[in-house]
């Protein structure tokens, strides 16, 4: 969360710069930023396809812990072990 939160501020920083010098923002447009996480999500196309051919199930479970880390930039959740 802390790169985030950083990279957050420096670009709010830069934007305060590019303001105060009259600089236009070469901040790419929104249609830019969607190819972006169309390639995001088209990543995860392939692995779903494999798992399919395998004959395993594309599960809710197995999207959320292969894919979403992927496409959201989050790290995986650390795995449950049993304490016994």
Sequence with gaps: MKPYLISLLMGAIAG???????I???????????GLLGMLIGEQVVPAVRRK??????TAAW??????????GAPPAPEKTSER
């Design 16 to 22: 305060v710069l590019y303001y105060a010098l009259q």
């Design 24 to 34: 236009q923002s070469p901040a790419p447009p929104i249609i830019a930023l969607l």
């Design 53 to 58: 051919m395998a004959g395993e199930p594309l």
């Design 63 to 72: 999207f959320h812990t292969e894919c979403v880390p992927k496409i959201t």
